[in-house]
Nanobody, 123 residues
Framework: QVQLVESGGGLVQTGASLRLSCAAS????????MAWFRQAPGKGRLFVAA????????HYADSVKGRFTISRDNAKNTVDLQMSSLKPEDTAVYFC????????????????WGQGTQVTISS
């Protein structure tokens, strides 16, 4: 099992930037692809971005492509999500997740999740 702790959420205005970070512990970090998902009030958990174990491959939801960047530091066991040009529709709780093996845009297979961090974008 991988323990995940997110940080960096907050309240910002439309157009601002925000950086989320997820710290992992408990297992060999490089055994896992990592991803960010988000969940808005009253809605399901949606894929945002994923990164392979090596960091050489990434994948983004169309809604954030060009605005968000996922990265990881395998020496520090962290994965970050740099968010820019934020919009009110980006408001959600953001979750970090770990998946043994290959990255995926589906929540299926991500067995370990953080507690989430709230991101609120004011208009």
């Amino acid at each position: 099992q991988v323990q995940l702790v997110e940080s960096g959420g907050g309240l910002v205005q439309t157009g601002a930037s925000l950086r989320l970070s997820c710290a992992a512990s408990g297992r060999t970090f490089t055994n896992y692809a990592m991803a960010w998902f988000r969940q808005a009030p009253g809605k399901g958990r949606l894929f945002v971005a994923a990164i392979s174990w090596s960091g050489t491959s990434t994948h983004y939801a169309d809604s954030v492509k060009g605005r968000f960047t996922i990265s990881r530091d395998n020496a520090k066991n962290t994965v970050d999500l740099q968010m820019s040009s934020l919009k009110p529709e980006d408001t959600a709780v953001y979750f970090c997740a770990a998946r043994a093996g290959f990255m995926s845009a589906s929540a299926v297979g991500y067995d370990d999740w953080g507690q989430g961090t709230q991101v609120t974008i004011s208009s």
